[in-house]
C-alpha cells in the first residue's frame, strides 16, 4: 500500500509540475505588450495549466486514498484537458507557420505583408473594432517614445535591432521613401502611391503609423515569433505529460486488476 502510494504520488506531483511551464508560458505572455494588447493565448494557457494542477490534486486524492470514482474522474478529465492541451499546440504551430517577410528596400531589417500570415490569426486581430482596442491599447505603451530616447544618430537608428511591431508601427514603410528626421519623425515621401499606408503616416506621435497595415503585419510578426518559440516549450511539456498519463494509466489498470484477481483468490 506504501509503495502504491509512492508511486501515485510521485506521478501526481510530475503532473502537478508540468502545470508549472503552461501557466508560466501565459503569465509570460500576458506582461509581453503585443500579447497583452491582443489577449488570444494566455488565457488559455493559464486556465489549462490551473486546470491540469487542479485535476492533479484531486487525482493524488483517488489514488493515495483509494477512492475509485475520483480516480476515474482522474483519467477521464485528464485525457480531455491533454486532448485539449494538443490542439492548442497544433493550433499555435499552424498559424505560426507563415509570415516570413521581405528585405525592406534600401533597409536592413524585415517588413511584412497582412497576407503573409494566418487568415485565423488575420481575423482575430485586424477587424475594425478589434483594431481600435488594440490600436489604442499599443498606443499606450512606450515601444515607440522610447526610440526617440535611445537613438540619436540616424546610423544608429537604421543599424538598431528593433521588433517587428516598432517597424511597422513606428515608422513610415520605407517604400514610402520619408526621410529620416528622427525614429518617430519623417519628411518629404518620394512615393506616396507605393501603398495606402504612405499616406496613413503622420508625425503625430499619437497616430504615426497605427492605422497601417504595416503596423498590423508587424504585431502578427511579433505574435508569431513570440508563439513559434513558446510552441517548442509547449511540445516538449505536451509529450512528457503524455507519457505521464500513460504511465500512470497503466499502473491504475495494473493495480485494478491485481485487486480484481485477489478477490477472486480470497473468495
Not at 515601444?143 to 511591431?165: G, K, P, V
Amino acid at each position: 500500500m506504501a509503495a502504491n502510494n509512492t508511486i501515485v504520488g510521485t506521478i501526481n506531483f510530475i503532473t502537478l509540475l508540468l502545470s508549472i511551464p503552461i501557466i508560466g508560458a501565459g503569465i509570460w505572455l500576458a506582461n509581453e505588450p503585443d500579447n497583452a494588447c491582443v489577449k488570444i493565448l494566455q488565457w488559455p494557457l493559464i486556465i489549462l495549466g490551473a486546470s491540469i494542477s487542479v485535476v492533479a490534486l484531486l487525482g493524488f486524492v483517488g489514488g493515495c486514498w483509494r477512492i475509485t470514482w475520483l480516480l476515474i474522474l482522474y483519467f477521464v478529465v485528464m485525457f480531455i484537458l491533454i486532448a485539449v492541451f494538443a490542439c492548442l499546440v497544433v493550433l499555435v504551430f499552424l498559424v505560426t507557420n507563415k509570415g516570413s517577410g521581405h528585405p525592406a528596400p534600401g533597409r536592413t531589417y524585415t517588413e511584412h505583408d497582412l497576407d503573409d500570415f494566418s487568415g485565423w490569426l488575420r481575423r482575430k486581430i485586424t477587424g475594425p473594432k478589434k483594431w481600435d482596442r488594440v490600436r489604442s491599447c499599443l498606443n499606450s505603451t512606450e515601444m515607440c517614445s522610447e526610440l526617440n530616447q535611445r537613438y540619436r544618430i540616424a546610423q544608429d537608428f537604421f543599424n538598431a535591432r528593433l521588433t517587428s511591431i516598432q517597424y511597422g508601427c513606428c515608422m513610415p514603410p520605407a517604400e514610402c521613401g520619408y526621410s529620416y528626421i528622427n525614429p518617430t519623425y519623417w519628411l518629404n515621401p518620394n512615393n506616396t502611391a507605393a501603398s495606402m499606408d504612405c499616406l496613413q503616416w503622420s508625425n503625430e506621435q499619437m497616430q504615426l503609423c497605427f492605422h497601417c497595415d504595416s503596423c498590423k503585419a508587424g504585431l502578427l510578426a511579433n505574435l508569431t515569433q513570440e508563439w513559434r518559440s513558446l510552441d517548442i516549450i509547449l511540445f516538449i511539456t505536451l509529450g512528457v505529460l503524455i507519457c505521464v498519463y500513460l504511465v500512470g494509466f497503466g499502473f491504475a489498470l495494473r493495480n485494478s486488476r491485481t485487486g480484481h484477481t485477489r478477490h477472486k483468490q480470497d473468495t
